[in-house]
């Protein structure tokens, strides 16, 4: 990049970054509205579930049962299409894992209502919480959190306001700073960044065992600062090297291997009786 486009490019974030929603609205967050599958396409029962988050936001999302479930998955996605882009990787988690999958979107993403930003993602996080702590078929003792790439900042942070049985953070990333400078590096991103996303900053509270999943050919997310994240999480926890895996194949290029190492981690985390089969 020439010093003159890496200057306008500069002042053009910066005029963004004045903007009511700052410039991670036009360069973080990608979702699509459009629903290309459910789980139905892959003959998995599912209930449509519509929720609302505290502010009033009405969200969208499907919870998938699994027979002799013991513990509930709670999927917090990536920043990028929404859950309908989720549903052949939700099978394979709800056929090798035996575990109870809510997956949802976040506002501004999918059907849910609403603009995505930090604290509107924060707040429907909670709701969903919110929302499997009340259903009669949900032991709320046994939900898990599992957060992907933005979604592992965002699971991270809700670990420490509840109290789920578990978290699982795969292709975690530091802060959303350190992305910016990774990514940005010829770019002042310190004073166009106002979302913090400081996943190694809410690790360091939870209190609940961790698993760390990354894949060490990721392109998007550094593997060190997964393994950043894993360090400064305390005990128990666990991390799982995914071998020739980038950031968007994880579960493709882990395979079986990727399906037990989530397995192990489940049943020695979860409590005597809540321990899928």
């Known amino acids: 990049m020439g010093q003159w486009r ?22 973080l967050y990608f979702p699509t509205r459009a629903l290309g599958a459910t ?33 509930t998955l709670l999927w917090l996605h990536g920043n990028a299409g929404n859950i309908g882009h989720r549903v052949h990787n939700l099978r394979l988690f709800h056929d090798a894992l035996s575990i109870n999958v809510f997956l949802f979107d976040y506002r501004g993403y999918g059907l849910s209502e609403g603009e995505p930003s930090e604290a ?15 259903r009669p078929d949900v ?50 991103v310190r004073w166009l960044v106002r979302s913090r996303y400081d996943t190694l900053g809410a690790i360091r509270r939870v209190r609940v065992p961790v ?26 926890k666990a991390f799982y090297r995914i071998p020739g895996a980038s950031h968007n194949d994880t579960y493709l290029v882990g395979g ?15 409590p005597a009786g809540r321990v899928p089969g």
């Not at 890496?6 to 002042?11: N, P, R, S």
């Not at 609302?52 to 998938?64: E, M, N, S, T």
């Not at 109290?163 to 590096?185: N, Q, S, V």
Request: overall charge negative.
């Open 6 to 27: 890496a200057v306008a490019l500069a002042g053009a974030l910066g005029l963004l970054a004045g903007c009511e929603d700052g410039v991670e609205h036009y360069f």
């Open 139 to 188: 032991d709320p003792r046994g939900v898990v959190l599992f957060g992907r790439s933005l979604g592992a900042a965002v699971a991270a942070e809700l670990a420490t306001r509840v109290e789920p049985a578990a978290l699982i953070l795969e292709t975690p990333f530091t802060t959303l700073l350190d992305m910016g400078r990774h990514h940005y590096w010829f770019l002042p």
């Open 120 to 134: 509107g993602l924060l707040k429907d996080a909670e709701a969903a919480w919110r929302l499997l702590q009340a």
């Open 211 to 236: 698993l760390v999943l990354h894949g060490d050919a990721d392109e998007i997310v550094p593997f060190d600062m997964g393994e950043q994240v894993f360090a400064a999480a305390s005990e128990p």
């Open 39 to 71: 789980p139905a396409t892959y003959g998995l029962p599912f209930e449509e579930v519509w929720f609302q988050a505290a502010d009033g936001i009405r969200l969208h999302g499907w919870f998938v049962p699994a027979r002799g479930a013991r513990a």
């Open 256 to 270: 079986k291997a990727y399906l037990r190492a989530l397995r192990e981690f489940l049943a020695t985390a979860l």
